[in-house]
């Protein structure tokens, strides 16, 4: 089990920016797949974007262009950097792990959980 934790969240304007941090202990992220999804007030938690093991990324449709995942796997950490950012992308954000390396949009394929981090953008 890899224990996660983020960090880096806050509150900002439409237009902003702000990085996330997905920090992982316990085991190394290297062969793991990480995901980030959000849950805005009375809504379903949602997938956002993901990158694999070996770097490759997918978005969702509503932040292709905007967000962008990279990882540091010698600091055993994941980023979202977030752009342009909107009032619609106010939701706590959740980084989530799986050791098969490949990323899957579904929130129950994966098994390890960060506590989550409050973006709040303002119109």
């Known amino acids: 089990q890899v224990q996660l934790v983020e960090s880096g969240g806050g509150s900002v304007q439409a237009g902003g920016s702000l990085r996330l941090t997905c920090a992982a202990s316990g085991r190394t992220l290297s062969n793991y797949a990480v995901a980030w999804f959000r849950q805005a007030p009375g809504k379903e938690r949602e997938f956002v974007g993901g990158i694999s093991w070996s770097g490759n990324t997918g978005y969702a449709d509503s932040v292709k262009g905007r967000f962008t995942i990279s990882r540091d796997n010698a600091k055993n950490t994941v980023y979202l950097q977030m752009n342009s950012l909107k009032p619609e992308d106010t939701a706590v954000y959740y980084c989530?792990?799986?050791?098969?390396?490949?990323?899957?949009?579904?929130?129950?394929?994966?098994?390890?959980w960060g506590q989550g981090t409050q973006v709040t953008v303002s119109s």
């Open positions: 989530a792990a799986r050791p098969t390396g490949v990323v899957r949009t579904s929130d129950q394929l994966y098994d390890d």
